[in-house]
């Protein structure tokens, strides 16, 4: 079974930075892609940066510029760093491995950290 352990959330305020890491139990060579998504009160989950296993990487409209997200393939690790934080960023962030194969599509999930921004 693949284990995804996220860490670094915390309370920030407004402008201040974080940097999230996600530990993952397999090598992350084997996954198709890597991502971060998050969830506010009431919000449905979305994506907001996600990194596929040739690097290429996407983000969502409303971080681009201010996250970044990036892998250690050595340490399995995956990290998003998020700068300029503001208070819409508040939500709880979860880690995300998909790996596509023939079959079918494998999703992973992390029980996800929280991320507070205050005004």
């Known amino acids: 079974q693949v284990q995804l352990v996220e860490s670094g959330g915390g309370l920030v305020q407004a402008g201040g930075s974080l940097r999230l890491s996600c530990a993952v139990s397999?090598?992350?060579?084997?996954?198709?892609?890597m991502g971060w998504y998050r969830q506010a009160p009431g919000k449905q989950r979305g994506m907001v940066a996600r990194?596929?296993?040739?690097?290429?990487?996407n983000y969502a409209d409303s971080v681009k510029g201010r996250f970044t997200i990036s892998r250690d393939n050595a340490k399995n690790t995956v990290y998003l760093q998020m700068n300029s934080l503001k208070p819409e960023d508040t939500a709880v962030y979860y880690c995300?491995?998909?790996?596509?194969?023939?079959?079918?599509?494998?999703?992973?999930w992390g029980q996800g950290t929280q991320v507070t921004v205050s005004s």
């Open positions: 995300n491995a998909v790996r596509v194969r023939p079959g079918g599509t494998e999703s992973y």
């Open positions: 397999r090598s992350i060579d084997s996954f198709t892609a």
């Open positions: 990194i596929d296993n040739g690097g290429s990487t």
